[in-house]
């Protein structure tokens, strides 16, 4: 209890203990990044196989799960030490290589620990010592590695997106962030308009506009925010991801035709929504002269 009082009455130490939480998950989330495809595949896989009645080739090999086995240099199969391990440190430390091989560490790894700190940080200096900068956490990091995996695989998992659906439900029976009516229509809508745009793309052009997984991380994020911010996170998530694009095809020499996930734009949308909704709501209503 005291150590709550103290976090409760220092803003300071809260964010700070915040921030070293948000990198040790970050080393975690990088877990998740990499093995949650992964698993996904051989689910898959192993599907396929039974219902053709043939033998899994790979049948043989340890189950891989985010617990385990230990990680491992991909390169060389070198199993990470504790040392090796340490959120941005051993990065430095090791000079982005591995230990045992000196093959270089993707920078994605430093990334997404450095992303979660600060944006840690952010929600504990935001929401204060309490129930929603805990829930706010959750949200976060799932949002994170959420948005990794769709950059690199062009997809978005339902063992992320439908868990922050419901935990977004559950967090509007207490009214943490919105009430469960305005959470369970948010949900209703988010699904549906994307779901909407989707099929209307497919009928005029026969090709597919975007994946069902942004259905669902709408759908999701209306649970958290509530349907009165999901036209602010549309609006966000489409003008930065048109933003990006131009900036891709412009400067990258990116073609067009390239698909580009959509998710990490909703994602970052829905926890700007989640963070300062009602501020860029006011403020764009007061645009408006209303």
């Known amino acids: ?9 220092s803003p300071a130490l809260f964010v700070t203990l915040t921030v070293l939480l948000g990198l040790m998950v970050g080393s975690f989330l990088n877990v998740v990044i990499y093995r949650l495809p992964l698993m996904m595949e051989r689910e898959w896989r192993t599907q396929c196989v039974e219902l053709l009645n043939q033998p899994d ?26 040392m090796e391990n340490i959120p941005l ?25 450095a992303l979660s700190g600060v944006l840690a940080g952010v929600v504990a200096w935001k929401f204060g010592f309490g129930w929603p900068a805990l829930a706010a956490l959750a949200f976060t990091w799932t949002l994170l590695a959420a948005s990794a995996i769709d950059v690199r695989h062009q997809l978005l998992p339902d063992s992320l997106t439908l868990p922050l659906l419901w935990l977004g439900l559950g967090a509007a029976l ?18 549906l308009s994307l779901w909407s745009v989707y099929h209307l793309f497919r009928v005029l ?8 997984g942004d259905f669902k991380l709408l759908a999701a994020l209306g649970a958290w925010t509530g349907w009165s911010y999901l036209v602010t996170i549309v609006i966000l998530s489409s003008l930065v ?43 764009y209503l007061s645009w408006l002269g209303l």
């Open 89 to 113: 440190l051993s990065y430095g430390l090791q000079r982005g290589r591995c230990a045992h091989c000196s093959v270089a560490i993707g920078v994605q790894y430093p990334l997404v620990e």
């Open 57 to 82: 080739p790979e049948g043989d090999r340890p189950p891989l799960t985010l617990w385990g086995p230990r990680s491992q240099c991909p390169s060389c199969g070198h199993l990470i030490q504790a």
């Open 205 to 212: 052009t026969g090709k597919e506009g975007m994946g069902h």
């Open 241 to 283: 991801g048109a933003v990006f694009g131009l900036a891709l095809i412009l400067w990258r020499g990116r073609s067009r035709h390239v698909p580009m996930p959509f998710g990490p734009f909703l994602a970052a949308a829905g926890w700007i929504a989640l963070l300062w909704g009602e501020t860029i709501n006011r403020a």
């Open 174 to 191: 207490f009214g943490l962030f919105a009430d469960l009516p305005s959470a369970v229509i948010g949900a209703m809508a988010g699904y």
């Open 1 to 9: 209890m005291a150590l709550l009082e103290l976090l409760a009455g």
